[in-house]
């Protein structure tokens, strides 16, 4: 029998062409444009944040950022590794993204107050 | 037809023998036997009882000396003066009573010593009983020495008490903790002021940090933890290799089904490894042998013999595999888990009425996952607690003497306790996890792969099961698997979406006038199919399994285990096209291996049909022999297992013919298969006669430990009249028979029938003996009828009666008369002459071997006009002396085991007489307890259908010249024949072409008496000198001379 995982559907490379009746010139995943749209306000909340209260009208800066967060973001994404996954090791790893060089020691897992039964009653 | 069958070794750099065997190791030493002076000379099935009785006395009576020495107090003379009756060599005697009926009525006088075995932490209090302040054992011992790469560490002469460090084992800790702990603890610190004796520090109340897995608690085959309830199975081992595609694909189908019907659960499914237990095997081994063969003063002895087997085992290391599924299937309310909390305070653990009710539900798994596919059995409390410390404490080696030479008795929560010692460590760069067992001193490294990217895969035809093929690899590996199972309407949901969006892409490539790329097309038909499929087909279509798949591998050091790591990757990406990934967080992966801990969160989820899913088939296994004979090999197939082979195991037990059938062609190995097969059951006790026309197994009774019993008789220099051929077939007996109506009957039938073949067999040997014109005219045979009806058919007659009746019949008679006198005027003719000499038969020799030393044979595909006078004679010479073999068996005690080794059996071929011999000797062998070992070139004769289905084990031997001979072997071993199998019989023992050294093993396809059919390879290189004796190779024999 010939036996084929689902991931290449998964896997299929979902773009934007463009609006109706023009080709945009390049083409990015829906994705992409997604996380795009997310980023532009959150970093605009992050500016007003720290400057206290000060937003552009035309926020160019949070855009250039967010199109670069998105590119780097992106560029480590595969259909194996989603981007939820990668945003996630990037916010939490970012103390220990490179692994040490020392051996450490981690809990020991024990089973101590593990009840043992013969039978279910 | 798959390509496992063809090839199998991976890569020449990856060796057999893993030196290392970590862990100290359990061996079963057995007790020296009894000199040969005391035995009786007429030992009977009877007295099998009265030596297991003196036996038992004997061990009774070490114990008490042993018990007497431990005590310091002198021996009391119970004994007889005289020499001592046993010097029992066994290192368990002294552990306990050898009268006690259960561990917990032994009673032991002091601290018993150190059995050479895996060494238990300090027994912990237990739980809400605490003995005393300390722990009640002694002192807390030094990891021992598990590096060491020397010879394996075997329990040989039980260890004096004094010299060495002795740490209780934890049953007996138990069994002394009712009598006084206090005069436990004098007399270890007694001990411990005996001389040479390290200093032992205390055991230190352990600080490190620890946390609690997530388990709470094992109620039979079920585990709890906060969050959910899994319902553990244990599923058997299936055979894969060999099968026909048409079986494996039904197989297939079905566990899909079984899994389609567990849609909406999560499964676990572990597949964890267990040392084979070599000495349990020889303890079996030693119980089953009543009267090995007597020790010959410098040679090696039967214990010797036993433990040479255990190292030898020890050495390649096999694991056997289980597998485990667990399907979690009940979330746990908020009342349940506060209500067990509560009980927990109490030292009790989930409330009784839900477990009751989950009882309840879980039976409807137990009858999903018991139908053919999985028969999945529940687990039992103890399993599970095995897979748990072993997921603890993954790839380490586990401890050796659970469920071994069973002296003790481990107690529910032991096992568990023992993941108290496993330290784990992050290594640097993160690349694996290290774990140490801190009481034995052991270090692993464990390294997660996760199965990335997966081509399509044909199974069966061209692949192999995706989960099952890491076994070629020669180290043990652990697979954990979480899936969820997703109903038809489930995954259409989830799939639908993407689908619709492929679809729309599509479009908006034709919107917009460009090409879509091909892939877009290949999948967009493919999800119409798809969507199809999961909204009118089957279930068992629909169903989707979405999870992660692990594979853990470890080794000795960070290298080591990289390197594994490598070759595994390189092994899936070459043969089966599927990526493994290396990931990171490894310590969350290894966690993930532990029922009940969560998931680590990374990538590489795979969503597959079912059926891809079923086709993973980790619970494939090749094992093939019966698990209590004599080792003769390990499997050559996927995974590496023993072999191991009893010729008596399908009459005793099986209650089926014990014929046994070998093909193949000229060096092939058959000589080696039945020479190794000869000598060790002759060790056993079992009374051989081995038929080597033309081989070197007269060489065995050059062996030092044969050479007293051995008796090589060679019929070229024969006494006229040893190949007399009425006297070749015994007359039965009455006393064989029942008593009473019935068995007269019997009586009568089988004295007809042996007088019937009789005649046949003397009408043929007659044919043969004159020339093949004068045996092809009619009148030749009507004439001999005549001369065979008149000569009455006992075993006194002769052929000189024969002859004698001839010659008074007519002319013609005279002439075949004179013709018959012709030949007797060549030596080798007045073998069938004359009356059979007294001494032939009922000799004691426990091997006999019947050669024909410089005898020609002659080839069967000339035409007989064209032999020689001298293969003319060899022709009736090997058929009578196929009888004689087995005639010798005839004689002597009808329960008594016995095995007959017969080789060039195809010259029988064409001759009525052979093929009823071969019927007889399969009938005969049940009621004789005679195991037949029948080697020939041409299986065609026993392809007859009265033959074939006696036949209970099969060798094939290498075939690569004649393709119908292939094809017969392989009807023989019930394989398909013209799906490839005939190249994997032209592959065995290939020789390595770019080594100039010989093979130093024979490979065969054996097929058992259960039906099992694998590749093995015959290895007895753990007899000294057998392999040598055996060689037959002018290079051997110069070495020799």
């Known amino acids: ?53 000060q937003i552009d009208v035309i926020p160019a800066w949070e855009i250039a950022l967010a199109i670069v967060t998105t590119s780097y973001v992106f560029r480590h994404v595969d259909p194996d590794r989603p981007a939820r996954m990668v945003i996630r090791t990037a916010l939490t790893d970012w103390r220990r993204t490179r692994e040490p060089a020392t051996e450490r020691r981690d809990p020991r897992l024990v089973a101590r107050r593990v009840v043992v039964r013969g039978g279910i009653t | 037809m798959t390509t ?24 079963f030493q057995p007790p020296q036997r009894r000199a040969p ?77 150190t059995p050479p075995t895996f060494v238990e932490p300090p027994p912990l209090p237990e739980s809400g009983a605490a003995v005393s302040g300390r722990p009640v054992s002694g002192p807390v011992l030094p990891p021992q020495p598990m590096r060491d790469l020397g010879p394996v560490p075997v329990s040989g002469p039980p260890l004096p008490v004094s010299s060495s460090a002795p740490p209780l084992p934890r049953h007996a800790a138990k069994t002394t903790v009712t009598p006084s702990p206090k005069q436990q603890r004098k007399q270890v610190a007694k001990q411990l002021r005996a001389p040479k004796q390290p200093k032992q520090p205390k055991p230190k109340k352990d600080r490190s940090p620890a946390r609690e897995l997530e388990i709470t608690e094992i109620a039979g085959h079920l585990t709890f933890t906060s969050h959910a309830v899994t319902a553990w199975y244990l599923l058997p081992e299936v055979r894969w290799a060999f099968r026909p595609d048409p079986e494996r694909e039904a197989m297939l189908s079905a566990i899909s089904e079984q899994y389609a019907g567990l849609a909406g659960f999560r499964l676990h499914m572990r597949r964890t490894t267990r040392p084979f237990p070599a000495d349990l095997w ?50 746990r309310a908020l009342g349940d888990t506060l209500s067990e909390r509560l009980l927990k305070a109490f030292g009790k653990g989930t409330p009784e009425g839900e477990r009751k009710k989950l009882g309840r539900q879980v039976e409807q798994f137990d009858e999903v996952l018991a139908a053919f596919g999985m028969r999945g059995q529940r687990a039992a409390a103890f399993e599970l607690e095995w897979l748990l410390y072993r997921s603890v404490a993954l790839g380490m080696s586990p401890p050796t003497n659970v469920g071994t030479v069973a002296h003790g008795h481990w107690e529910a929560g032991d096992l568990l306790a023992l993941t108290e010692n496993i330290e784990r460590y992050r290594t640097p760069y993160g690349s694996t996890v290290k774990l140490v067992n801190r009481v034995t001193g052991e270090e692993r490294h464990v390294a997660v792969l996760t199965v990335g990217r997966m081509e399509p895969l ?10 099952h093929f890491h076994e070629r690899l020669p180290w043990a590996m652990e697979l954990s698997t979480r899936v969820d199972i997703l109903g038809s309407q489930d995954s259409f949901r989830n799939l639908e979406h993407r689908l619709r969006m492929i679809r729309s892409q599509q479009q908006d490539y034709l919107e917009h006038g460009m090409d879509a790329p091909p892939e877009l097309e290949r999948l967009a038909s493919r999800a119409l199919v798809m969507g199809d499929e999961m909204t009118t087909g089957l279930p068992v279509d629909s169903a989707r399994a979405h999870g992660w798949h692990r594979i853990a591998v470890s080794g000795a050091t960070r290298d080591e285990c990289l390197e594994r790591a490598r070759a595994l990757t390189s092994a899936y990406s070459r043969e089966l096209r599927v990526a493994l990934q290396h990931p990171k967080q490894q310590d969350q992966l290894a966690r993930e291996f532990i029922p009940g801990e969560p998931i680590a969160n990374t990538g590489y989820l795979r969503r597959m049909p079912v059926r891809l899913l079923a086709a993973a088939l980790p619970q494939a296994a090749s094992t093939v022999g019966d698990r209590r004979g004599d080792l003769i090999g390990r499997t050559a197939g996927t995974c590496r297992r023993p072999v191991f082979l009893d010729p008596h195991f399908p009459m005793e037990i099986r209650e089926r013919s014990g014929l046994a059938v070998m093909v193949a062609e000229p060096g092939g190995g058959k000589s080696t298969l039945l020479g190794a097969m000869g000598y060790l059951n002759a060790r056993r006790g079992v009374q051989v006669t081995l038929l080597d026309p033309s081989g070197p197994l007269a060489r065995l009774g050059t062996m030092p430990e044969l ?243 006696l036949v209970s084990t099969v060798f094939v031997g290498r075939i690569a010249q004649d393709a119908e001979i292939a094809s017969d072997a392989l009807r023989l071993l019930r394989v398909p024949t013209d799906v490839g199998y005939e190249a994997v019989l032209a592959s065995l023992s290939a020789p390595d072409a770019s080594t100039a050294g010989r093979l130093g093993y024979r490979e065969f396809v054996l097929r058992d008496v259960d039906s099992r059919v694998q590749r093995v390879r015959v290895d007895v290189s753990y007899v000294d000198g057998l392999l040598a004796t055996l060689d037959t190779t002018p290079t051997g024999q110069v070495a020799r001379r």
């Open chain 2, 282 to 331: 020889a303890q079996q081994l030693d119980s089953l042998t009543p009267r090995p063969l007597p020790t010959v003063s410098g040679a090696p002895s039967w214990e010797d013999y036993l433990v040479a087997a255990q190292r030898h085992l020890r050495q390649v290391n096999h694991s056997e595999g289980q597998t485990f599924l667990g399907v979690t299937f009940a979330r």
């Open chain 2, 707 to 949: 050479r007293p019993y051995t008796r090589v008789l060679n019929l070229t220099g024969g006494e006229q009249g040893t190949l007399a051929p009425y006297s070749l077939i015994p007359t039965p007996q009455r006393s064989e028979f029942p008593a009473g109506h019935a068995g007269n009957r019997e009586f009568e039938i089988a004295v007809s029938n042996a007088r019937a073949e009789r005649r046949m067999l003397v009408q043929d040997i007659c044919s043969m003996l004159v020339p093949p014109q004068v045996a092809r005219e009619a009148s030749t045979a009507t004439m001999l009828r005549h001369a065979v009806r008149t000569v009455p058919a006992e075993e006194t007659s002769t052929l000189d009666d024969v002859v004698r009746c001839l010659a008074g019949l007519d002319d013609n008679g005279r002439e075949l008369a004179n013709l018959l006198l012709d030949t007797a005027e060549m030596p080798l003719a007045l073998l069938f002459f004359g009356s059979p000499p007294s001494e032939l038969m009922g000799t004691d020799a426990a091997l006999t071997v019947i050669t024909m030393a410089g005898l020609r044979l002659p080839d069967l595909k000339i035409e007989r006009e064209y032999w020689s006078a001298e293969e003319a004679l060899a022709l009736p010479m090997l058929h009578t002396a196929h009888r004689l073999a087995v005639r010798r068996c005839y004689s002597g005690d009808m329960h008594q085991r016995k095995l007959v080794g017969l080789d060039e059996a195809h010259f029988m071929e064409g001759w009525r007489s052979g093929r009823s011999f071969l019927v007889r000797l399969a009938r005969d062998s049940r009621k004789w307890n005679l195991a037949a070992l029948v080697a020939s070139q041409n299986p065609k004769d026993i392809l007859g259908l009265d033959v074939q289905n």
């Open chain 1, 1 to 53: 029998m010939r036996l084929r995982t689902d991931d290449d559907i998964y896997r299929a490379r979902l773009v934007y062409l463009g609006p109706p009746g023009y080709t945009l010139p390049i083409q990015l995943p829906y994705a992409q444009y997604g996380l795009f749209v997310l980023l532009v306000p959150l970093f605009m909340a992050v500016r007003w944040l720290i400057t206290g209260g």
């Open chain 2, 37 to 113: 002076s005391e035995r009786t000379q007429q030992d009977r099935p009877e007295d099998l009882q009265r030596t297991a009785d003196r036996r038992a006395a004997e061990m009774r009576e070490a114990a008490a000396r042993a018990a007497a020495r431990l005590r310091g107090t002198p021996e009391k003379k119970a004994l007889p003066a005289g020499p001592s009756p046993l010097d029992v060599e066994s290192p368990f005697l002294e552990l306990f009573d050898a009268s006690a009926m259960t561990p917990d009525g032994v009673k032991i006088s002091g601290p018993p010593p």
């Open chain 2, 4 to 27: 496992h069958d063809a090839e199998f070794d991976i890569e020449e750099s990856v060796t057999d023998a893993i030196p290392s065997v970590d862990g100290p190791v359990a061996s």
């Open chain 2, 458 to 467: 044909d199974i069966p035809e061209r692949h192999e099961p995706w989960l």
